[in-house]
């Protein structure tokens, strides 16, 4: 079983088009899959990018000078940044793939099970849920024992990042925060609900949050209600109109997912020749790199654009939105290049999908807890320097241990996920 929020594709369960044994034969000869016929490729891209967001972060508390760089200041690692080798550091982007593979998977998913959209839903809240109540215990136990070195460790690296977000009332609810703030309001700034008229004022800042990157599972809940819609209408105008209103937001990512999972372009259908696919793939994680230093006028007009019927960008940024439709393009781009997909299908990298989904929700807290703790208590003895490193070293290999450990609660939050939806397909509970 995958450790992510995103179920993974049963090809068993995908409808098929006439004549096409042999072909679909011939693919699964080539293509390993896990545990009851999941791509594999797909959990380890998945997996990645998890590992993209941890980086991200992580550098961003001890190394900020690093993540900030830019061309201007005229330095080596100012257009190394400039560069798609900056990609491994670009957590938005990496979000977005995210979105993107949801998109993807669920779209099968939803449609082929016979279960009500109310089951699919309920399931898919709890498979989200759960993990994310539980990583919020977690923070909470590492913030009553580490609370504060954060702000420490910000004052000596000079980061207002690190100070402020981390940093929960005293009478947030770890239940509240997981399932009303994170799962169905959102925060303020990059909250669908928003868009309803709910006042911003009312909404949590992700810095109040004992996991600020719980963010991202309010656009996931509600992204694959769009999916879950989009997939049972299966109606190509409604899909288009869908795609006008909300080009301006995440949801774009569960749009190309959805599209590429109807042309199962995550299979056997390759329709792009791999260098095209890699030209494709560079060309997204190049307007991902872009968007930190440049943002076209066109891209600008869009997000400054009011018409009432589009979402505003996300956080009123127009670099989000570039992010957004790169880190699409590059998702898509990868479900098409062969050598890509056989390189992510090495079974020594399947374990990180495994824990692509533990490893996202355990980061934040070992990073601002454990992390700043070693940080602040070595700098006496080692210097900013060395300690720097040691921080964010201990930081990463403590994440995976705990993310490893966590992958059981992971688990479990997947079977009760399934049992909910098999139990409606067989004809409800017995």
Known sequence: MTASP????????????????????KVAAQEPRGQSGRLSYIDVLRGAAAVQVLLSHVTLAFFPGVFFSSPLSGALLGYLAATPLFFVLDGASAVCIFFTLSGYVLT?????????????IFSRFVRLGAPAVAGCILSVVLFLIFAQYNQTAGSLLNSQWLS?????????????DALVNGLLLGFRGDSIVQWFGLPAAALPEMSNSYLAPLWTLSIEFYGSILVLALSRARSPTLLVMTSIVLSRTYLVCFLAGHVAARFRLGEERQITPWPAAVALATLGVSICMASHFW???????????APQI?????????????????????????????PARRFLNHRKLRALGRLSFPLYLT?????FGV???????????????????????????????????????????????RVLRERKNAGGPP
Not at 295 to 305: F, I
Request: glycine share 4%.
């Open 108 to 120: 099968p998913l939803f449609m082929n099970s016979k279960a009500s959209g109310a089951v699919l």
């Open 295 to 305: 943002t076209p006028d066109p891209v600008v007009k869009l997000c400054t654009l």
């Open 371 to 417: 992390g700043c703790f070693l940080f602040v208590v070595s700098a006496p003895w080692l210097g900013l320097s060395s300690a720097r490193y040691l921080a964010l070293v201990a930081s990463i290999g403590l994440a995976v241990i705990v993310a490893t450990a966590f992958e059981r609660v992971d688990q479990m939050a997947l079977r009760a996920s």
């Open 363 to 367: 980061h934040w807290p070992v990073i």
């Open 310 to 338: 589009l979402p505003p960008c996300p956080t009123v940024n127009p670099a989000y939105l570039m992010r957004i439709y790169g880190a699409a393009v590059f998702t898509v781009a990868v479900m098409q290049c062969a």
């Open 164 to 176: 402020e977000s981390w940093r929960p009332a005293s009478d947030l609810w770890f239940v509240k």
């Open 6 to 25: 995103f179920p993974s594709i049963d090809m068993n369960s995908l409808p098929r088009p006439q004549g096409a044994f042999e072909l679909r034969e």
